[in-house]
């Protein structure tokens, strides 16, 4: 008897294909396009491997907090549709290296789904840092 196949995630029922993913997690959140069938094409650091080698580990798609198309509305005039947002994804997987600040998770989605790679965490990060550095001149200036 064969094994019973393994359960969808909480809430794949209602996933579309080309559907943007968004993983909060501890320290970070990770982003993915949905390609159906329980797939998700996403990007991740070439350190990921090297801390295991579990593939199935490094594969699997995250279950929990899972919100969809959240940044929609912040997008709404660039939006592609749901089969665009997919095949681009398709396309990109393995075709495209991963950088933190240049080309991450987040990047790879926004491009995928509104044809622009942009990263507001990034955006974010470079602003903090900026301010901070900022700061530490006028502070070692007087």
Same mark, same amino acid.
């Given at each position: +008897?064969?094994?019973?196949?393994?359960?969808?995630?909480?809430?794949?029922?209602?996933?579309?294909?080309?559907?943007?993913?968004? =993983?909060?997690?501890?320290?970070? =959140?990770?982003?993915?396009?949905?390609?159906?069938?329980?797939?998700?094409?996403?990007? +991740?650091?070439?350190?990921?491997?090297?801390?295991?080698?579990? &593939?199935?580990?490094?594969? &699997?798609?995250?279950?929990?907090?899972?919100?969809?198309?959240?940044?929609?509305?912040?997008?709404?005039?660039?939006?592609?549709?749901?089969?665009?947002?997919?095949?681009?994804?398709?396309?990109?997987?393995?075709?495209?290296?991963?950088?933190?600040?240049?080309?991450?998770?987040?990047?790879? =989605? #926004?491009?995928?789904?509104?044809?622009?790679?942009?990263?507001?965490?990034?955006?974010?990060?470079?602003?903090?840092?900026?301010?901070?550095?900022? &700061? #530490?001149?006028?502070?070692?200036?007087?």
């Amino acid at each position: +008897m064969a094994p019973a196949p393994a359960p969808p995630p909480p809430g794949a029922g209602c996933l579309q294909r080309g559907d943007l993913l968004e =993983v909060p997690r501890t320290l970070f =959140v990770h982003f993915g396009i949905y390609l159906g069938e329980n797939r998700m094409a996403h990007l +991740m650091p070439d350190i990921l491997p090297a801390l295991t080698d579990d &593939r199935r580990q490094i594969q &699997r798609v995250v279950t929990n907090n899972i919100l969809v198309n959240h940044m929609d509305r912040l997008f709404k005039d660039r939006l592609l549709g749901s089969e665009e947002a997919a095949r681009r994804a398709e396309k990109l997987v393995g075709a495209t290296a991963y950088s933190l600040l240049w080309n991450n998770c987040e990047h790879f =989605v #926004t491009y995928c789904r509104y044809g622009a790679p942009v990263s507001l965490r990034v955006i974010d990060f470079l602003k903090i840092s900026v301010g901070t550095f900022s &700061r #530490t001149l006028k502070i070692t200036k007087k």
